[in-house]
């Protein structure tokens, strides 16, 4: 079974700092993709970034990265120059090649303070 | 665009009810799923539907049906409702099932079972 693990439940990060996300996920497919998603106060669900299993280079948009080491089976997301918008809830999900069930981590709640 | 519209945002019922969670997406995507979201347990998927005419159980599928006439259109039905299915209800859409495909997410319903 896949699963999907983030073992921060809730950070604190200055403004203008940059900060990590910790997620490691459990699959023995080589085809798989991980996903990244921010949800606000407000509720709504935002796709931030994805990294394939076979993509060579860590996957960057904007101020959002993903250290993605594939022989530990981590995807990290790296928020750099953090802003008070980036105060959300963040959820790390896997898809597998061939599968059609999406799993989602439990979430990391970022704070920025100013 | 209208994206993922789901209906209505809040809703209050009493135990032994039964109602309709409405999703529709205006992106002709196959691939359509409900999830529910509970403090500290992250995004469970409850039923998703690769197409038309085609619906599977997620791991928490208890109490809830699903059926897809059409590609716009995923409802989300509870039978007999219970307080265990108080929760927040997302669906999401995406254009395939691929490993690669990243999911749109309605805005929620808040639902409360009394």
């Known amino acids: 079974a896949q699963k999907i693990t983030q073992t921060q439940p809730g950070m604190f990060v200055q403004e203008k700092e940059a900060v990590t996300l910790d997620c490691t996920y459990d699959?023995?497919?080589?085809?798989?993709?991980l996903f990244w998603y921010k949800q606000p106060s407000s509720g709504e669900m935002i796709f931030l970034i994805y990294q394939g299993s076979y993509d060579q280079q860590n996957a960057t948009e904007g101020r959002y990265s993903l250290n993605f080491q594939k022989a530990r089976k981590s995807a990290n997301l790296v928020i750099s120059a953090s802003q008070l918008g980036d105060s959300a809830m963040y959820f790390c999900?896997?898809?597998?090649?061939?599968?059609?069930?999406?799993?989602f981590g439990t979430g990391t709640k970022l704070q920025v303070i100013p | 665009n209208a994206g993922v519209t789901q209906t209505p945002k809040f809703q209050v019922l009493k135990t032994g009810q039964s109602m309709t969670l409405q999703c529709a997406q205006d992106?002709?995507?196959?691939?359509m799923s409900w999830y529910r979201q509970d403090p500290g347990m992250g995004l469970r998927l409850i039923h998703y539907?690769?197409?038309?005419?085609?619906?599977d159980q997620g791991e928490v599928p208890n109490g809830y049906n699903v059926s897809r006439s059409t590609t716009e259109d995923f409802p989300l039905r509870l039978l007999s409702a219970a307080p265990s299915q108080t929760s927040v209800y997302f669906c999401a859409s995406s254009y395939g099932s691929g490993s690669n495909q990243p999911q749109h997410f309605g805005d929620g319903t808040r639902l409360s079972i009394l």
């Open positions: 539907s690769v197409g038309a005419g085609i619906t």
């Open positions: 699959t023995s497919d080589p085809s798989y993709g």
């Open positions: 992106m002709n995507h196959e691939y």
């Open positions: 999900a896997m898809r597998r090649g061939g599968y059609q069930k999406v799993t």
